[in-house]
């Protein structure tokens, strides 16, 4: 199994321990006060993507399309805690990939809780969520705007699993996830969270206050079920108007156009980056 994220270990150590469409505004909903007027217009993609540890080669990714299977791909741009190198993903490869159809999804593997039960090379505290959150977020837009992904652009934060029933915990976590989210937005970019269905996605869906979460989440329930809408566990007034993405299957490996991979099953319905 590849290494996804923090590592596939890590991840399971931590879980058990807890069509493209321009639209205005869309994402935000309830979750945020800005004005959508101002910002650029979204660049929405619903259907299937996928996501792997390393970006695929340009081959690959053209082999894949002509599969026609998948449209997304989401990759791995920053963040201390990324798991696996990134020879492939550069400019030249995000500006050939968005040419061949492709909608890209960028994800930012940040600073993890300090309750977290695995292996990490960045955390947070207490004390420092809020600096972290901050200066993550500015890392995540230097390595954007380096693949040529224009303001307007979501960063979706990679947010793995933790003890949300431990209060300093999560109340921590979501200090450094508004942090995160301020910046974003501040620099007109977009925020995301991917995070388990269980844990650090429920932990922004069910919080009371909404102010300064991200306005597009990306929920990891391995159930198969591939859809945004019928298994979505929290409250159905949240995060509408192509705001959702469901991770439904891990590790699916997968041959297409004679190229195989390792992969990471999505249902997309939510913004993709502006490239160029």
């Known amino acids: ?104 999804v960028p994800l930012y593997v940040g600073a993890q809780p300090p309750c977290q039960k695995s292996l990490n090379k960045e955390r947070f505290t207490a004390a420092t969520a809020v600096s972290v959150g901050a200066s993550n977020a500015n890392d995540a837009i230097a390595k954007a705007t380096a693949l040529g992904m224009r303001p307007g652009s979501p960063i979706y934060l990679n947010m793995e699993s933790y003890d949300t029933a431990d209060k300093a915990c999560d109340d921590a976590t979501l200090a450094y996830v508004r942090s995160f989210t301020r910046t974003l937005r501040a620099k007109t970019y977009r925020a995301g969270l991917y995070g388990f269905s269980s844990s650090s996605a429920k932990a922004v869906a069910t919080a009371k206050d909404r102010t300064d979460l991200p306005g597009n989440l990306w929920y990891a329930l391995w159930n198969g079920q591939e859809t945004t809408t019928k298994d979505w566990p929290w409250d159905p007034k949240l995060y509408t108007g192509h705001s959702r993405a469901h991770q439904y299957k891990a590790n699916s490996k997968e041959t297409r156009g004679g190229a195989t991979l390792t992969v990471d099953r999505n249902a997309w319905d939510a913004p993709v980056a502006l490239i160029g």
């Not at 979204?42 to 053209?62: E, I, N």
């Not at 082999?63 to 026609?68: E, N, P, T």
């Open 1 to 104: 199994m590849p290494k996804h994220r923090l590592s596939r270990k890590g991840r399971y150590t931590a879980l058990a321990a807890a069509g493209a469409v321009a639209v205005v505004g869309a994402g935000f909903a309830t979750q945020t006060s800005m004005a959508a007027t101002a910002w650029p217009a979204q660049k929405t993609y619903t259907g299937r993507a996928f996501d792997a540890c390393t970006a695929p080669s340009l081959s690959t990714m053209t082999a894949w399309k002509k599969d026609a299977y998948y449209g997304g791909v989401a990759v791995y741009i920053g963040g201390r805690n990324r798991g696996c190198a990134q020879p492939n993903l550069t400019k030249s490869w995000a500006k050939s990939v968005d040419a061949l159809g492709w909608r890209i």
